[in-house]
């Protein structure tokens, strides 16, 4: 039974030509699935963002603008647990997955305020892409329909695709513009990035203190960033460093 | 370079099949702690690596690993049929003209643009030996962060069933099909192989 409901979601999906078309289906996948609202969203700042960012809702109005007006797109909780795992989770796990600051509580309650209750969230993360995700949310007071959960996780994932495909999604930094670190640069920033200071760095290195600063400054201007974290920052994005590189050991 | 190379038991594995097991071992073993059988504790090589299997293994000119695949007949027991039958909804498919992928492999080696490059040339060669083969359709599973990836390149997948959570992982199961637009729907979707990997005429390990 849950099978045959996808193949249909994956059907009408696949016969979708533009974003009216993706708006109307999801409306549709929605309350077939037993929710109200939905949201596809890459997980950037919408009034900052590229016209190629993604973001097609149903949610209600007043919800919408109090969003945008304060920029949550990067740091709304959900968007941030939906970073810790590749499967889909309930709202309601949220304070077990991410630490929650009062802010967050904040917008959570908010959130309930105007109306939104429990939700489901499926990350989708393309490699080289802003992180996004696809939603499914009801209003307060209406029970998620648990039986229907692993149906929108698949759904969630194909409508993601069918959005990234209309919005004609491109990686990031085409490859020719990702800078290159040298071995001794990307060594310098992953001690830092473990916070080491300069001294420290040039004793683990074998090399003065003078050395060390120059590598991390050169790294820098390689990338166009002035400080050392923005540094770190990019090098983790682009995989030159990875999570497993500074904290294992 | 692309070699399409065949398991060859007794015969000493040669050196780009070395390779490939050696980084199967860092990447499946040390990177993502799967609990899978290690020989000499060197290579990852596990009960599918027999005369059936085939492999798709990109490597330098010199031997030296980029990254690989394993392609399983169906038709014989393979990962989804014999260990995974939950994540079919029915029966899992076999065919003969219908392969599983697995054991999908990037060398830990690369650097990330790196990666996506011979993640392309990886994909677009499994289409490309699909067209020649003609194989109609691959099988695969995935843990579920996968899916948004595989959807990504642009080919035509199915699911076979419903996400299921598998000891703290949720894994899929796909079926990917291949026909002649295939290559036009990859390119479209920016994935591209790399010019100096080329196809290789195929040839046996040993």
């Given at each position: 039974m849950g099978m045959r409901m996808v193949s249909q979601f994956i059907e009408l999906i696949d016969g979708v030509g533009c974003a009216d078309d993706l708006m109307l289906v999801m409306s549709d996948i929605c309350a077939t699935l037993g929710f109200q609202f939905f949201a596809i969203a890459h997980h950037v700042d919408i009034l900052q963002a590229p016209a190629s960012a993604i973001r097609l809702h149903n949610y209600p109005a007043r919800w919408a603008d109090y969003y945008d007006g304060n920029a949550l797109g990067v740091s709304d909780p959900v968007h941030r647990a939906s970073h810790k795992t590749s499967a889909g989770f309930r709202w309601s796990h949220?304070?077990?997955?991410?630490?929650?600051?009062?802010?967050?509580?904040?917008?959570?309650?908010?959130?309930?305020?105007?109306?939104?209750?429990?939700?489901?969230?499926?990350?989708?993360?393309?490699?080289?892409?802003?992180?996004?995700?696809?939603?499914?949310?009801?209003?307060?007071?209406?029970?998620?329909?648990?039986?229907?959960?692993?149906?929108?996780?698949?759904?969630?994932?194909?409508?993601?695709?069918?959005?990234?495909?209309?919005?004609?999604?491109?990686?990031?930094?085409?490859?020719?513009?990702?800078?290159?670190?040298?071995?001794?640069?990307?060594?310098?920033?992953?001690?830092?990035?473990?916070?080491?200071?300069?001294?420290?760095?040039?004793?683990?290195?074998?090399?003065?203190?003078?050395?060390?600063?120059?590598?991390?400054?050169?790294?820098?201007?390689?990338?166009?960033?002035?400080?050392?974290?923005?540094?770190?920052?990019?090098?983790?994005?682009?995989?030159?460093?990875?999570?497993?590189?500074?904290?294992?050991? | 370079m692309l070699h399409i190379l065949r398991f060859a038991p007794r015969a000493v594995p040669d050196q780009v099949m070395q390779a490939m097991f050696a980084a199967r071992k860092s990447v499946f073993v040390d990177l993502l702690k799967w609990d899978v059988p290690v020989i000499d504790g060197r290579f990852e090589i596990d009960q599918f690596d027999n005369r059936h299997a085939q492999y798709l293994v990109l490597a330098e000119p010199d031997g030296r690993h980029l990254g690989s695949t394993r392609l399983l007949p169906t038709t014989r027991p393979h990962i989804l049929d014999s260990l995974y039958p939950e994540l079919c909804d029915s029966d899992p498919p076999r065919a003969g003209d219908i392969y599983e992928i697995t054991r999908f492999c990037l060398d830990r080696g690369l650097r990330a643009a790196e990666r996506r490059a011979v993640r392309d040339t990886l994909?677009?060669?499994?289409?490309?030996?699909?067209?020649?083969?003609?194989?109609?359709?691959?099988?695969?599973?995935?843990?579920?962060?996968?899916?948004?990836?595989?959807?990504?390149?642009?080919?035509?997948?199915?699911?076979?069933?419903?996400?299921?959570?598998?000891?703290?992982?949720?894994?899929?199961?796909?079926?990917?099909?291949?026909?002649?637009?295939?290559?036009?729907?990859?390119?479209?979707?920016?994935?591209?192989?790399?010019?100096?990997?080329?196809?290789?005429?195929?040839?046996?390990?040993?």
């Open positions: 949220l304070p077990t997955m991410i630490p929650l600051t009062v802010a967050d509580r904040r917008v959570l309650a908010l959130g309930s305020e105007q109306g939104i209750g429990d939700g489901f969230t499926v990350p989708a993360n393309v490699p080289g892409e802003a992180l996004g995700s696809c939603s499914f949310a009801n209003q307060a007071g209406r029970p998620l329909p648990e039986a229907m959960l692993p149906m929108a996780q698949l759904a969630g994932t194909f409508a993601f695709e069918c959005a990234r495909r209309l919005w004609s999604v491109r990686a990031i930094d085409s490859e020719e513009k990702t800078p290159v670190l040298t071995d001794r640069q990307r060594d310098c920033i992953l001690w830092a990035a473990r916070g080491k200071s300069d001294w420290e760095i040039s004793r683990i290195l074998g090399v003065s203190e003078e050395t060390v600063a120059r590598h991390i400054k050169q790294g820098c201007e390689r990338y166009g960033v002035n400080k050392r974290t923005l540094l770190a920052i990019r090098a983790l994005f682009d995989g030159t460093l990875t999570f497993t590189d500074i904290f294992r050991r | 994909v677009t060669a499994l289409v490309d030996h699909a067209l020649a083969n003609g194989i109609h359709s691959y099988t695969a599973i995935a843990e579920f962060g996968w899916l948004q990836q595989i959807l990504a390149f642009g080919w035509r997948c199915r699911p076979l069933g419903l996400p299921t959570p598998v000891a703290g992982r949720t894994l899929g199961a796909i079926r990917i099909d291949i026909t002649p637009d295939t290559p036009y729907l990859l390119a479209r979707a920016g994935i591209n192989a790399l010019p100096e990997h080329r196809r290789d005429e195929p040839r046996a390990a040993a």
